[in-house]
């Protein structure tokens, strides 16, 4: 795909989902470098994105030279090192930093100007604790997450009237806002949940609250009026993996890859029609599926193993496939037709 004339933001966003399972993901990444510096990107305020994957793809792949080029080339993308877009490759580059011999303070320099954002940014505990985690540091991160929660919950409290003596030993109540949008504080609960158990630290009263916050998000993702689907989408590998491997799921998902995106088409111009706003649905792996069953010891075929994964993908802003699109623009299957040609006639059908 990279080398298409002119890159679109639903080829980036493909590129995202396939490149490492190609013949050759640095050769992609280069590839994308490559369309940013010679201005074939379709919309040039990409560029800093576009960089940033490369950047990833090279990280991920181990090769920590291509990785800081490429991020170095992002940063200086971006409008500004404060764009928001720029935390998670800066996120990125400490990552790759604390791979370089005696570079792990210009990468906890890096990571310890982002820390503000966890406050403000909901993927920046997903990222800033990520990086953390990979320099071995995960002591640091859920220190960093525990004190970002502190705050949130204590400025709730304050704003709520608690007396100052009692804001850190009663809990205020906390809402955990829409599927589509849980907030800041309950990805920070949830990131500082997942570095815990990692450390094999004890359970305690903020771990409850990330549970008692999940299952809020669950129980919204599976209490939809008439039984509505979860609005799970599976990429065509995905989708045939998914059937060959939990066939009980058929009857959930349909056949055939073209029955479940009409499935998911119809679901969603209802919901539409309905009033509703911000729809999308939700990119899943079986690996996802399988690690939440896994997690809660489930049944992946279970309708509530499946609600509580989806409630786990809302929280994920990069799970999030946005509809509608376009007509003329690339269908949000990542099929490469364009939406007028493939799943908006679906509906219909």
């Known amino acids: 795909m990279p080398t298409k004339d002119v890159l679109t933001k639903a080829d980036l966003a493909e590129l995202r989902r396939s490149a490492l399972g190609t013949a ?30 490369a950047a990833e793809i090279a ?27 720029a935390g998670f490759a800066r996120a990125l580059r400490a990552r790759t930093l604390f791979q370089a011999a005696g570079r792990e303070d210009e990468a906890m320099a890096e990571l310890t100007a982002l820390r503000p ?29 525990s004190e970002a929660v502190d705050t949130l919950l204590g400025e709730r409290a304050t704003v709520a009237g608690a007396p100052a003596q009692a804001i850190t030993a009663v809990e205020p109540a906390v809402e955990v806002g829409p599927p589509e949008s849980p907030g800041v504080l309950f990805f920070l609960l949830q990131q500082r949940h997942r570095v815990r158990r990692d450390l094999n630290l004890p359970h305690d009263r903020h771990d409850d609250l990330a549970d008692r916050l999940e299952s809020q998000l ?49 679901e969603l111009v209802r919901l539409a029609n309905a009033g509703g ?37 809302a929280a994920r802003p990069d799970a999030r496939i946005p509809w509608p699109p376009e007509r003329n623009d690339a269908c949000w299957c990542g099929s490469g037709l364009k939406y007028k040609k493939d799943c908006l006639p679906r509906s219909r059908s």
Do not use: C, M
């Open 24 to 53: 050759n993901p640095l050769g992609v990444a280069a590839e994308i470098a490559d369309a940013v510096e010679r201005d074939r990107l379709e919309d040039p305020d990409d560029a800093g994105d576009a960089l940033t994957l």
């Open 59 to 85: 990280e991920i792949r181990g090769r920590s030279d291509a990785a800081l080029r490429y991020a170095d080339r992002a940063l200086a993308a971006y409008p500004s090192g404060d764009d928001p877009r």
């Open 117 to 145: 954002l966890l406050l403000v940014q909901p993927d920046a505990a997903a990222y800033v604790s990520a990086a953390l985690d990979s320099g071995g540091r995960s002591a640091i991160a859920e220190r960093w997450l």
């Open 218 to 266: 669950v129980r919204r993702a599976a209490q939809r009026e008439g039984g509505q689907p979860d609005l799970l989408f599976w990429p065509r590998a995905e989708f045939d993996r998914l059937l060959a491997e939990h066939p009980a799921l058929t009857e959930a998902y349909g056949p055939d890859w073209d029955a479940h995106r009409a499935r998911l088409e119809k």
């Open 277 to 313: 706003t911000g729809l999308g649905v939700l990119s899943a792996t079986v690996a996802g599926l399988d690690a939440h069953a896994n997690r809660r010891n489930g049944d992946p075929s279970d309708p509530q193993t499946r609600a509580g994964y989806a409630g786990e993908l």
